[in-house]
């Protein structure tokens, strides 16, 4: 509303839309002509991708999407994640390795849905040589029985893409060795609710640094805006 209210756009407004299955997004987009722009967010962000009309370069490549932009009727699928998530990793990238030595970081990628595929989309760009963490080797690398003490120990990059930790599951957090955990550690989740994750007072204890998603939100979310006002 404040960003509304900045550009002079008094009669525009952010809602959101709890659509009991993504099917519902035709009907949802009849009854309202007046919806310009939507953005995507967990379960639907890859099974959103039939029903549009075109993807941009990136979320097609990251097969994924998070924005949609509404134009004359078409409906175009866009990936900000990626922007949010190189924000976010900046950063840290340059810490993770000796200068000089050639050797590229490594990291684990918790979860395999659509947020995943943005983080891997930009750690693949940036060089990170990484392994996604899922229930089922058919979508990772790794099943999370095989995430053991010396896999965390090589990997001093771990991000959290699953929504573990996210309100109002507060209590819940990813099954790691967190003993294996320490101050060459880089913890970030893409969870921002609450803003201290277990999975991140984890680290913290340990001596990790951290990183929460907000960083990531507000740049995805910047990046949509301008989509929505092209």
């Not at 009849?30 to 941009?56: C, E, F, S, W």
């Not at 409906?75 to 990238?93: K, S």
């Not at 053991?148 to 099954?175: E, F, H, S, Y």
């Amino acid at each position: 509303a404040d960003l509304f209210r900045e550009e002079g756009l008094k009669d525009h407004r952010y809602e959101a839309f709890d659509l009991p299955e993504i099917a519902s997004l035709a009907d949802l987009l009849q009854q309202r002509p007046d919806i310009h722009g939507l953005n995507v967010t967990i379960p639907y962000k890859q099974a959103v991708i039939p029903l549009l009309d075109a993807l941009d370069p990136t979320a097609a490549a990251v097969g994924a999407v998070n924005t949609i932009h509404i134009a004359e009727g078409r409906l175009t699928g866009h990936n900000t994640d990626v922007e949010g998530f190189r924000t976010t990793i900046a950063p840290y990238l340059k810490d993770l390795v000796p200068a000089g030595s050639g050797i590229k970081p490594r990291a684990l990628v918790l979860g395999s849905g659509g947020a995943s595929r943005a983080v891997a989309f930009v750690l693949r760009e940036a060089g990170v040589r990484f392994r996604i963490v899922s229930r089922s080797r058919e979508r990772g690398d790794l099943t999370w029985d095989l995430v053991d003490p010396t896999v965390v120990k090589v990997c001093p990059l771990i991000i959290n893409t699953t929504p573990l930790g996210m309100a109002p599951d507060r209590d819940t957090l990813p099954d790691l060795p967190y003993e294996t955990i320490g101050p060459r550690h880089v913890l970030i989740d893409l969870v921002y609710e609450p803003e201290r994750t277990r999975f991140l007072e984890e680290g913290e204890l340990r001596g990790a640094r951290t990183e929460n998603g907000m960083a990531m939100l507000r740049a995805q979310a910047e990046a949509a805006w301008r989509i929505w006002k092209s």
